[in-house]
């Protein structure tokens, strides 16, 4: 398997992160808070860096057709698979960075990285000509 193909799975554990900071790992996260029976009810309640981490898990969830397509795409035209693996693991990077971002409520430094990380899935479109 590739470095990219790996990148794949790195990126879908991504929204798992975030939520799980939002759930148990801010602050004043506690596991006797969270409400398994009505998760979606007890996640529309958070508030500030707990609210943010659920926004960035719902962001980095929309990411992913984008960035599967790029790599599974540049892998089908045979494109550079060293340009291939470096564009993937940029984005992952610019990913954990956005997360990280976004829950410190850094808005335009969270947009730079945004940014990038779709930059990086154009970047294997373009070298997949």
Not at 79 to 97: E, G, K, N, P, T
Not at 114 to 125: H, R, S
Request: overall charge positive.
């Amino acid at each position: 398997m590739t470095i990219a193909y790996w990148c794949i799975f790195l990126a879908y554990l991504l929204p798992w992160f975030s939520i799980g900071y939002a759930k148990f790992l801010a602050p004043k996260a506690t596991f006797r808070e969270f409400e398994n029976k009505a998760p979606r009810e007890y996640l529309s309640r958070l508030e500030n860096d707990r609210k943010r981490a659920v926004w960035a898990e719902k962001n980095t969830y929309e990411a992913l057709p984008l960035f599967i397509a790029s790599v599974l795409i540049a892998h089908q035209t045979g494109a550079d698979q060293y340009s291939i693996d470096m564009l993937s693991v940029l984005f992952v990077m610019f990913r954990v960075i956005y997360i990280g971002l976004y829950i410190a409520n850094l808005a335009t430094l969270r947009t730079v990285t945004w940014i990038a990380a779709v930059g990086c899935c154009f970047g294997m479109f373009l070298i997949s000509m």
